[in-house]
């Protein structure tokens, strides 16, 4: 699936909204690395991270060329500032109505409207797609996430209260939510 988009941020800034490609591989694994660093709402923290460069090459290639998922780059100052992405659950029968939502964005870029883009941009490809429904994942005390998915129509589905087991904050409860496309 392929997607292109220059957007004006709430501060004036263009940021282009676009596949991650093969050669982005260094800069999204760099990128995933500061992310997972700045917040403990991501489900992973750097050192957990089993791709490297050579593999993240491999998989932004592979969502280029589907047609059914995608990994976008938020591009913004010349640096990569958000990424987002939906993959199907599955390609069984029962599940590949579904797909699952998942973003980062950095956190010196936060409130300029980038993670509302990217979440915006990622349904229109779900659609695109063919995808029925889109499912997330989010920390429960992440407020201003959960907020922003209310805002596009994303409704609870499920908690679990110990969803994550943070290093910091001990058990971080998980809101399971869904949109229907």
Known sequence: MRYNKTIVLSNGMECCLRNGTESDGQLVLDH????????????????????????????????????REIELLAIADGVIVGTAGIEAVGTKYKVRHRAEFGISVVKKYWGLGIGRVLLTSCIECAKTAGYSQLELEVAAENERAVSMYERAGF?????NPKGFCSRIAGFQEIISMRLEL
């Open 32 to 67: 995933f690395n500061l992310t997972h660093s700045e917040t403990d709402y991501l489900l992973t923290y750097p050192d957990e991270n089993s791709f490297n460069a050579a593999q993240e090459s491999r998989y932004l290639k592979e969502k280029a060329e589907s047609e």
């Open 155 to 159: 409704v609870e589905c499920g908690r």
